[in-house]
């Protein structure tokens, strides 16, 4: 369970960076507000984990399914690795840990 939580709130710290990053250098409201929005969840999901709450696992992963799949999609659109193809590989990275600590 450790390690789901640590992965939830590293990955969390990262999507946090990325929506501020994407918001000092394009002005985009969305990444911001994405970064922030998810950032809380896999926060609130590590507290859980903690906590021993089965929830706490299945909502991380929730969440970097969710950004996995939208980058994906966007990174298939743009063709551009950064910043869509890095938040595929980290976003698969966390899944695959948060699947594997959180049993």
Known sequence: MMLAALTSVVYGG??????????????SRASLVAGLVSAAFLLLA???ILRGDPIGPRLA?????????????????????MPAGLMVVSSAIALALLAWGGS
């Open 14 to 27: 990262l999507v946090l960076a990325g929506g501020i990053t994407g918001y000092r250098k394009a002005r």
């Open 61 to 81: 992963m929730a969440v970097a399914l969710l950004l996995l799949v939208f980058f994906a999609m966007r990174w298939l659109k743009g063709g551009k690795f």
């Open 46 to 48: 590590a507290i859980l």
